[in-house]
């Protein structure tokens, strides 16, 4: 299943096996999460690309995915708004 967002106890479930991302009882957790991004990609010039670069692993598997010459990256994020300048430490 893939979510919008993961939320893990890390301290709990070590392994990330227990989704909580859609767990009522961290609606709040996630909201506040959700609203440090946001201020973190405002504050370091920071984006998510339209184009996302595909994976070169089979994430089911972990096995890399076999490539061609055609294989090509999307630009890093953050290009459109020149982030790699921004010296801005971020929120946290």
Known sequence: MV???ELFDVREDVHQLTQLSLDPRYKKE??????LLVRW?????????DNLTLDRF???R????ETDA??????PPGT???AS????????
């Open 80 to 82: 459109e708004r020149n």
């Open 41 to 49: 990609q405002d504050e370091t010039g920071d984006t998510l690309p």
């Open 3 to 5: 979510y919008e967002n």
């Open 70 to 75: 055609t294989w090509h990256f999307n630009p």
């Open 58 to 60: 089979y994430r089911d």
């Open 85 to 92: 300048t921004v010296n801005a430490k971020g929120p946290i």
């Open 30 to 35: 996630l909201h506040d999460l959700r609203a």
């Open 62 to 65: 972990g096995k890399i995915l």
